[in-house]
């Protein structure tokens, strides 16, 4: 699956699930909260989550009893995009919510997660092996997956270094095959509404980062 073909949205009425994989700074984020953005412009509930934040967010819930509560939050958007996935070594109680939100957002709605690492060097990060194969089973054969190639874009961003639009649209034509695909990346993004660096997005009152939901539906609070 392409990314024009992302920015479409239909996988979401089918309820697939897509993988972005790349190294550091070549747009994985941007990506997610680029097509995110237009899945809410096309009426679709949407959450962004950084999967640390959510995880935490879980842990609180094991700790104060509203487990339950805050799980259910994470199964009712359409669309729940998982950025930094597999960033570091879980607990066995992260690992199991891991598991716990894998296997049931595979039977209600779409799943677009973000990672530096590739598929095969997330196992080491599981403390069981048996969750790690429940898991990664679910999340790896269900979803396509999108290689993002290239040099990190933020050095470009340094206060020092004046870079424009016009400067850019020169240098496309002699891109290699690895900087178009980031030119690619920034340009959706751009499609999409974004400048070449997204927006801060908002936070709800648990600190979590949100894209902002269509007005109709709208996800629930409870």
């Known amino acids: 699956m392409q990314i024009r073909d ?37 009426g679709h509930t949407v959450l962004y989550m950084k999967t640390s934040r959510l995880l935490a967010d879980l842990g609180g819930g094991h700790a ?13 958007p359409e669309l729940l995009l998982l950025d930094d996935f597999a960033m570091k070594e879980l607990t066995l109680q992260q690992a199991e919510d891991i598991y716990e939100l894998i296997d049931n957002r595979s039977r209600t709605g779409s799943v677009m997660v973000a990672s530096n690492r590739s598929p095969q060097d997330w196992y080491p990060l599981f403390p069981n092996s048996v969750l790690a194969e429940g898991i990664l089973d679910r999340l790896i054969n269900k979803a396509h997956h999108v290689i993002i190639n290239g040099r990190s874009y933020r050095p470009r961003l340094r206060p020092d270094r004046e870079q424009s639009h016009e400067r850019c649209s020169s240098k496309a034509e002699s ?15 751009r499609a999409l ?20 939901f269509s007005e109709n539906p709208r996800l629930p609070t409870g």
Do not use: N
């Open 64 to 76: 104060d009893g509203t487990w339950e509560s805050r799980f259910r939050r994470y199964l009712k």
């Open 6 to 42: 992302l920015a479409r949205c239909e996988f979401i009425q089918r309820k697939q699930w897509v993988l972005f994989i790349g190294p550091v700074g070549v747009g994985k984020t941007h990506l997610l909260q680029a097509i995110g953005h237009e899945a809410c412009r096309m």
């Open 175 to 189: 891109m290699s095959e690895a900087q178009s695909d980031e030119w690619e990346v920034r340009r959706l993004g």
């Open 193 to 212: 509404g974004y400048a070449c660096v997204p927006p801060q997005l908002p936070q709800d009152p648990r600190g979590r980062e949100v894209i902002a």
